[in-house]
């Protein structure tokens, strides 16, 4: 083996150690979301094995970001900011790859065959999809407004306006694990609703 290639051999894996060490809370934010942002592209690119790509990808991007996040720029920019959101950040970063995608000249190949538009799905939800969509968010409003003003106020806090637990806490007047357990018995009561509205 040359001195090249051994140098070739670190340098591939130095990347790969830079992909593997990245910060163990990406990973987890990834792995936790992984299937629902699947789920998230599928429609959007028409195709699920397309939208693990792209999940893939904006994973890397989302990982390659948060570690330039805590560094400083060059000198004519300025210091880029942590992350605040970073699940909403990943969704972002899915559904801008997934229009990016959908803008290629690639992706308009499959529609170009009348054959294939028989078997893609329509893009809008079906009138039966609607009202069970309908159904289940009157059921949870419903499940929401029988909660304490407490538990409901740090739900819509925390999955309506996006805020950390830490501001709910802070809002609230209480500790971040109690905050946290608000919107968890919030959550389980609406689940709880949803699966006995299911059976």
């Known amino acids: ?18 992909i593997v060490t990245s910060d163990p809370t990406d990973l987890e934010v990834y792995l936790s979301h992984r299937a629902a942002l699947i789920d998230y592209a599928a429609p959007i690119v028409g195709c699920r094995a397309r939208a693990e790509d792209l999940v893939q990808e904006a994973f890397i991007r989302f990982s390659s970001r948060r570690r330039r996040g805590d560094t400083a720029a060059g000198a004519n920019g300025p210091r880029r900011q942590p992350i605040a959101h970073p699940v909403s950040y990943l969704y972002r970063i899915v559904r801008n790859l997934a229009l990016d995608w959908l803008r290629r000249p690639e992706a308009s190949v499959e529609t170009r065959d009348p054959a294939t538009l028989v078997h893609m799905s329509a893009p809008t939800a079906t009138p039966e999809q609607t009202v069970l969509h309908r159904d289940q968010l009157r059921a ?32 609230l007047g209480v500790s971040v694990v109690r905050a946290h357990q608000l919107v968890k018995d919030a959550i389980r009561h609406g689940a709880a609703r949803l699966d006995a509205q299911d059976d």
């Open 1 to 18: 083996m040359t001195d090249s290639a051994v140098s070739d051999r670190q340098s591939a894996t130095g990347e790969m150690s830079c």
């Open 140 to 171: 949870l409003a419903e499940a929401l407004a029988e909660l304490p003003e407490r538990t409901r106020m740090a739900f819509n806090m925390h999955r309506l306006e996006g805020r950390s637990l830490e501001q709910i806490a802070d809002h």
